[in-house]
């Protein structure tokens, strides 16, 4: 069955700090992989997809993910983080038409 | 412009009631879906429609009825309300049936529901 994990449920940073993201996805065929962020009371807004080609994806925000094959991995990145980047993250794999999303992860944005 | 808007954003209603939750867009995508986000903000697909055609229905309660009267539209009707059914529910809408495939989705904002 497919599925995505978010290993880390609560991440705090420092502002200007590097941040690392995991997601852990299970899926028998080449997946594609997204990463939303959800800001408080909003909406799921897309920050990087993959669907194939280069491992590197770079988004929106400054942020950027690496596709690993053998680590059946996607794990999300900033160099440094501001703190309007405070929300929810979501790692997802998409097919048979549908989002299966990991649970998320809360980051935190200290000063 | 708001590509997928939900209305209403907050829903707060008693036990057994019928409510309903609208949804457009104008992106001109062929595809829309209804996800609940549940307290710990877990989210799951509950029904995705291609051109107005139920194609994903993912073991929801028969209280909970779509109706898509166009391609652009995705209202979400829910038939005597319990307590567990109060979370956050968002509609999208994609280019194509596989999106969540190799097309994303879009969300709306989300509408509240609150059951007491």
């Known amino acids: 069955a497919q599925s995505v994990t978010q290993p880390d449920i609560h991440i705090t940073v420092s502002e200007g700090a590097s941040l690392e993201l995991r997601c852990n996805y299970s899926?028998?065929?080449?997946?594609?992989l997204f990463w939303y962020v959800q800001s408080p009371g909003q909406g799921l807004q897309l920050l990087l997809k993959?669907?194939?080609?280069?491992?590197l994806v770079q988004g929106i925000k400054g942020f950027e993910a690496e596709f690993k094959r053998s680590q059946s991995s996607f794990n999300l990145r900033k160099p440094s983080v501001h703190w309007s980047d405070a929300a929810e993250y979501f790692c997802?794999?998409?097919?048979?038409?549908?989002?299966?999303f990991g649970q998320g992860t809360t980051l935190q944005v200290k000063p | 412009d708001t590509a997928v808007s939900q209305t209403p954003k907050y829903l707060v209603t008693q036990m057994g009631n019928d409510k309903s939750i609208k949804c457009e867009q104008n992106?001109?995508?062929?595809?829309m879906y209804w996800y609940k986000q549940d307290s710990k903000k877990f989210l799951k697909i509950m029904f995705s429609?291609?051109?107005?055609?139920?194609?994903i229905n993912e073991t929801v309660p028969n209280r909970f009825s779509p109706k898509s009267p166009d391609k652009a539209h995705l209202n979400l009707h829910i038939n005597s309300l319990e307590l567990g059914d109060s979370a956050v529910y968002f509609c999208?809408?994609?280019?194509?049936?596989?999106?969540?495939?190799?097309?994303?989705?879009?969300f709306g904002q989300g509408t509240r529901l609150t059951v007491v």
């Open positions: 992106l001109g995508h062929d595809t």
């Open positions: 997802a794999v998409g097919r048979t038409g549908k989002l299966i």
């Open positions: 993959y669907f194939s080609g280069d491992t």
């Open positions: 429609y291609n051109n107005k055609e139920l194609i």
């Open positions: 999208a809408s994609s280019q194509e049936a596989g999106g969540g495939g190799r097309t994303e989705a879009f």
């Open positions: 899926y028998g065929a080449t997946p594609y």
